[in-house]
């Protein structure tokens, strides 16, 4: 047993749970920024796995999660905006603090692994992570304001 | 500690089964059942199999909750595309709009 399992538990615990709360209660747009936080919880516990078993291949779950999470957020801002923009999210805390603690779990894994190919893939996935995470939370707040504009002729046309 | 590790996962996975169940209105249901598949994913991923975890993720977190979203929307949007003038359907079945549109597409298509 080592360091980075127990790390990967408590952020599974801590992190999860909470999320699990804020997406079975409470109006639309908390769910959705919560299951937002949630797709960056659970990557950067795959990636505290990977290195816990030290099977750098579980890096590519952790990876492909960074790419789906975010792009099913953009999904959900464009399938839900009737109800965002009815109340569109206003908390920026909880996203600040999920991208906060990209770095802090990113920085040592890239440390452990020491230089080479693996830390240049942790790099690009924790880039990947923030700046998903930031369009995706840009894109939940904007749903309404945009969609407002381009649902007109997007509708007349359909009709 | 792994015993600690299948624990918390398992009892995430259980909790957000049993919220998927709770949540009465599709749309929100299909925001946990994501959750759903993000709980599965770690499981497996936990339990040492990492390509399960794969398809689970672009499964469970991607496609089903798409799947579900899209088909509310259409269910939403049907009784608009009724009221257009379609004929004078006033049974409000479901067969029934879907037997207008394919006589549509096969109008189109000749």
Known sequence: M??????AAALLAC???????????????????????????????????????????????????AVLGPAGTLVYAR????????APPTGRAGTWAAVALTPLVVVPLCVAAGPGRAALKLLAIGALLV????????????????DCE??????AARG | ?????????????????????????PVRQALVLSLLGLTLAALFTVLQAPDVALSQLAVGTALTPLLLTLAVRKVHRRPHTRDDGRGGETTGSTESAGAIESAAAKERGE
């Open chain 1, 2 to 7: 080592n360091g980075w399992l127990a790390a």
């Open chain 1, 15 to 65: 992190g999860v749970g909470p999320t699990l709360w804020g997406v079975a209660t409470g109006p639309v747009r908390r769910r959705v920024v919560a299951q937002n936080t949630a797709t960056l919880l659970v990557c950067l516990a795959t990636l505290l796995l990977a290195q816990g078993y030290d099977r750098s291949s579980y890096v590519d779950v952790a990876l492909v999660l």
């Open chain 1, 79 to 86: 399938l839900l905006a009737e109800d965002l923009k009815a």
């Open chain 1, 131 to 146: 700046a998903g995470n930031m369009v995706a939370a840009r894109a939940l707040r904007g749903a309404g304001r945009t």
């Open chain 1, 150 to 155: 381009g649902a007109g002729p997007a509708e």
């Open chain 2, 1 to 25: 500690m792994d015993d600690v590790l299948i624990v918390i996962t398992l009892l995430l996975v259980a909790a957000s089964a049993t919220a998927a169940v709770a949540v009465r209105d």
